[in-house]
């Protein structure tokens, strides 16, 4: 059976996500276009901005120890900039009258609805898994006695980071009566 880390499903959304949306772009919003307007297809357009400005929002960063209220937050801001940066395209080449308001608005939200379910379904898919002991990481920890507990402890309560403490330095020598 092959074993799909975090890495690995990073990769395949970095390549689903525009494939996805100009997909469903095309479906929703491509017979609206008149093709002769334009020299570059609005679906290439479209796949341009999203594989460009999606990645800068970080939605494809590492997410093991942050919430995935966040990584929402991200992905929605993410989404609202390539938006942003359409409306801005279509506003300049003058061609915002070609597209349909409502097919545009459905495209918003189910593409918002698509990113939203890939990102953070498949992140709580693989905390689940790395709460079963799978996709581990195994770290070393710096510092003194009590926030080594504390820190393991942490660790231990929340076992969907797949973190583990293989080895612990102290800055200072322990003090043996």
Excluded: C
């Excluded at 800068?56 to 940066?85: D, E, H, T």
């Excluded at 359409?86 to 939200?109: C, G, H, V």
């Amino acid at each position: 059976m092959v074993k799909l880390g975090s890495d690995d499903i990073t990769r395949i959304q970095r390549f689903l996500d525009p494939f996805i949306i100009t997909i469903l772009f095309e479906i929703l919003l491509g017979h609206d276009f008149p093709s002769e307007l334009t020299i570059i297809p609005v679906s290439l357009i479209v796949f341009i901005s999203i594989i460009t400005i999606l990645p800068q929002s970080g939605i494809y960063k590492s997410f093991r120890q942050r919430s995935l209220y966040a990584l929402a937050r991200r992905v929605i801001n993410g989404w609202l900039l390539v938006i942003a940066g359409l409306i801005s395209i279509t506003f300049l080449t003058k061609t915002t009258a070609n597209f349909s308001r409502l097919d545009t608005l459905y495209w918003f939200i189910i593409s918002t609805v698509i990113l939203l379910f890939n990102h953070i379904g498949l992140r709580k898919l693989i905390r689940y898994y790395r709460a079963k002991g799978e996709n581990q990481r195994n770290i070393l920890y710096w510092g003194d006695e009590e926030a080594a507990r504390s820190f393991a402890k942490s660790l231990k309560d929340n076992p969907w980071m797949g973190i583990t403490i293989s080895a612990w330095y102290s800055p200072t020598i322990p003090i043996r009566n």
